[in-house]
């Protein structure tokens, strides 16, 4: 019997919350286990129990700079003491403005204008309505088909569900009622190893067939996300941005979860010295303190749609823009700038490597791979979520597989002993698979 007062209050939090809050990809009727979290700061998650974990996932790719950081929450805190929120119809302010000069000076050549969004999925929504629009503007209005290739992840709304992988995408149960758009084979050139050409040829067949009715091709540049944590090699992306300018086809780069340094470039394109016509943001765009994403397009793609009937690009969330998230957003870009970003996520890549590297070793593994302060340990074999889970916790982290995959993504500022500590867990547990 619970004597604890604290711990009394939050078996009945987690009693509510196990009747009534739906968690991600989670039954209501046999939910995943659920770990109260008390509060966190740096790289630690401390749970209602006392229990500390050190984060192996900066909540899904977000926490770069870690929880609570100090210039974050001092900016979050100042800004809400004069504008929290204001329409961005028809009304400006200042955060958005900064953060907007920030994007264009921080992200690749070309893309010059930025439109502020909710989320990632909203922001992959919005490329894709930009695309579409930009082709009927030019009068092309038999390209309203998208491309993309297998084991890619685009978000969790309706129209980014049909670009994710209909199998490894998580997506299959709504394919009878998505748009069917044209998917090509994976890149099988692996990042540091042999390019073989030879694999362009299904997306050259594709966009030669069908180029008439495409209107852009989306994809998660050189490191593909929760449709399958694998890393391509550049010369991949070269080349798919030279048919898509040979056949008049819009590149869609989405960088929610590749953006602000975690391949080890600021953008995961720079890999390949490639700009597209549109790219996605989000996740650490605020350092992980606040929902925001962004979507930027050439000079050509705004104006040709401004330029044509109705004059204006047709979608407005309500929180676009919303001053908090873009005052917290330029913050935490200045704060990365600041960091020695580039050298802490090399040195995390080093200890990923030397770390996971026992993992090799084991029969129930099939390849370990490490790019930026990106870890995955993949195997042969579906995990059990809910048992693999209470493993890591029982070890002091916090690391949440799915799928065959093990993986961490870090925050930046993960101390060498704290790194370690992970990698050792993620050994240990592995190990434990059958």
């Known amino acids: 019997m619970t004597t604890d007062p604290k711990l009394s209050e939050w078996e009945e939090l987690l009693d509510f919350d196990r009747r ?6 989670t039954s209501m009727i046999n939910p995943l286990p659920v770990y109260g979290v008390e509060s966190a700061e740096g790289v630690r ?29 001092g900016a979050l805190q100042d800004q809400a003491a004069s504008l929290s929120h204001v329409m961005f119809g028809g009304l400006g302010h200042k955060p958005a403005v900064e953060l907007g000069r920030r994007l264009v000076d921080l992200t690749p050549a070309g893309l010059d204008k930025v ?30 088909q998208f491309a993309t290739i297998r084991s890619g992840y685009h ?11 209909p199998v490894t995408g998580m997506h299959h149960l709504f394919s009878g009622v998505l748009p069917r758009y044209h998917f090509v084979p994976r890149p099988e050139s692996s990042f540091g190893g042999p390019w073989d050409g030879d694999e362009m ?37 070269q080349e798919v941005r030279d048919l898509c300018d040979h056949y008049d086809v819009l590149l869609i780069c989405d960088e929610i979860a590749t953006g602000f340094g975690r391949s080890g470039k600021m953008f995961a394109s720079e890999h390949s010295q490639v700009v597209p016509d549109i790219l996605c943001l989000g ?27 109705p004059g204006v690009f047709m979608h ?14 330029s913050e935490s870009i200045d704060l990365l700038l600041e960091s020695g970003w580039r050298q802490l996520v090399a040195n995390i890549e080093q200890c990923l490597e030397q770390g996971l590297q026992p993992c090799c070793s084991l029969d129930q593994v099939a390849d370990v791979r490490c790019l930026g302060a990106i870890g995955v340990v993949e195997l042969h074999k579906p995990v059990s979520l809910a048992s693999m889970q209470k493993r890591f916790v029982d070890r002091g982290v916090w690391v949440r597989p799915f799928g065959t995959l093990v993986y961490v993504m870090p925050p930046y500022c993960i101390a060498a002993a704290d790194l ?12 434990l698979e059958n």
Not at 155 to 165: K, L, Q, W, Y
Not at 201 to 223: G, N
Not at 316 to 329: E, I, Q, S, W
């Open 420 to 431: 370690d500590h992970l990698c050792r867990a993620v050994v240990e547990v592995v190990a």
């Open 155 to 165: 978000g969790d709304t309706f129209h980014a569900m049909s670009v994710c992988d």
């Open 283 to 309: 996740k650490a765009l605020t350092g992980g303190m606040l929902s925001l994403a962004a979507t930027l397009s050439t000079d050509e793609v705004a104006r040709t749609i401004s330029a044509a009937e």
């Open 115 to 144: 439109f502020f969004c909710d989320s990632g999925s909203v922001a992959v929504e919005v490329a894709m309505k930009m695309a579409l629009q930009y082709h009927h503007a030019r009068g092309n209005k038999d390209k309203h």
């Open 45 to 73: 998650i401390r749970l209602a129990d006392g229990r500390e974990l050190i984060d192996g996932m900066a909540s899904w790719w977000s926490v770069i700079h870690g929880y609570s950081h100090p210039r974050l929450v």
């Open 316 to 329: 407005g969330p309500t929180f676009m823009a919303n001053p908090l998230a873009c005052r917290v957003a």
């Open 20 to 25: 009534h809050l739906w968690h991600p990809y």
């Open 201 to 237: 040829q299904p997306l050259r067949k594709l966009l030669a067939d069908t180029h008439r009715s495409l209107c852009a091709l989306i994809l998660e540049p050189i490191v593909q996300g929760a449709g399958g944590m694998r890393f391509y090699h550049p010369r991949y992306l």
